[in-house]
């Protein structure tokens, strides 16, 4: 009876150990969306446990007329659609600054702002990630006091 005991527990374990899902330890790529203005950011995921991760998100514009950059951290939380689909959701926020040279007499301005995030990705057999998402931003400054929605392309290599 007890060895019973012993095989009955090991096997439900083992039975819930292998359902648990992997997500990729670092992800280092590129988020191609709007970003404010700002288009591709620099894209950087890191797991923080089984099934949440934090991703953190940079972007940046050099032109003739302004500066600006913006910086995003999310908190994900991460399910598994099927095999390697996983959908995921989060929540944090970030810094934007905007320094402008001809425009605005020279003006700089930094604002915060608070975000959202729900998409889907699939993770290729190859160390290969793929994403789609959606990403509300409220803004809290001057130059950026409103309500934005981002939709992006992620593009990442997974070590």
């Known amino acids: 009876m007890k060895k019973l005991f012993l095989l009955s527990f090991a096997l439900l374990g083992f039975a819930f150990a ?6 990729s330890e670092n992800a280092l790529g590129l988020r191609l969306g709007d970003s404010d203005g700002l288009g591709a950011e620099i894209s950087y995921q890191r797991a923080l446990g089984d099934n949440n991760r934090l991703e ?7 032109g003739n007329n302004y500066n600006a950059f913006k910086l995003t951290g999310l908190y994900q939380w991460v399910w598994v659609l099927d095999g390697s689909f996983n959908w995921y959701a989060g929540v944090g926020g970030g810094i934007a600054s905007f320094d402008g ?3 605005l007499d020279g003006e700089s301005e930094t604002a915060l702002f608070a975000a959202g995030d729900i998409g889907i990705e699939y993770n290729f057999d190859i160390p290969l990630q793929l994403s789609l998402d959606f990403r509300p931003e409220l803004g809290f400054g001057d130059f950026r006091d409103d309500l934005d929605f981002d939709i992006a392309l992620g593009i990442r290599y997974q070590f």
């Open 101 to 103: 040279k001809n425009v």
């Open 18 to 23: 292998s359902s648990g899902q992997t997500i």
């Open 56 to 62: 953190l998100d940079f972007g940046w514009r050099d």
